[in-house]
């Protein structure tokens, strides 16, 4: 390419399975680490207190940032079990605040359907 193309890196989705290895991807590459809720595990499938607090504390340390979409930053979580599982997004600030926005946004929006069902 010459000089005055522009260098922008498409984005891409990876997933390696290994949660050590993928957050190692996104700080090196960047972008954003998701393993959210679902209607099968409401709370997530990573233990707070030994996956996703440790690998919080990495991203934070590396100047990113670590949350569970709807309940905050994930090393603000108070454990009420050894084994309690936690929705877990990892990356940048940036991406990790848009993602809450995103969730805080949905989240209003339909406590907002269900609070119009009871009505009826």
Known sequence: PNMKQK?????????????VADVHNILINGGIYG???TRTNTNGKLRLLYESCPMAMIMEQAGGAGSTGSHGRILDVMPTDIHQRVPTFLGSIENV????????YYDDEFAQE???KKKD
């Open 7 to 19: 260098h922008t890196k498409r984005p891409n989705a990876r997933y390696v399975g290994a949660l």
């Open 114 to 116: 269900e609070e119009e």
């Open 35 to 37: 393993y959210p809720a």
């Open 97 to 104: 605040y848009e993602l809450d926005q995103f969730h805080q």
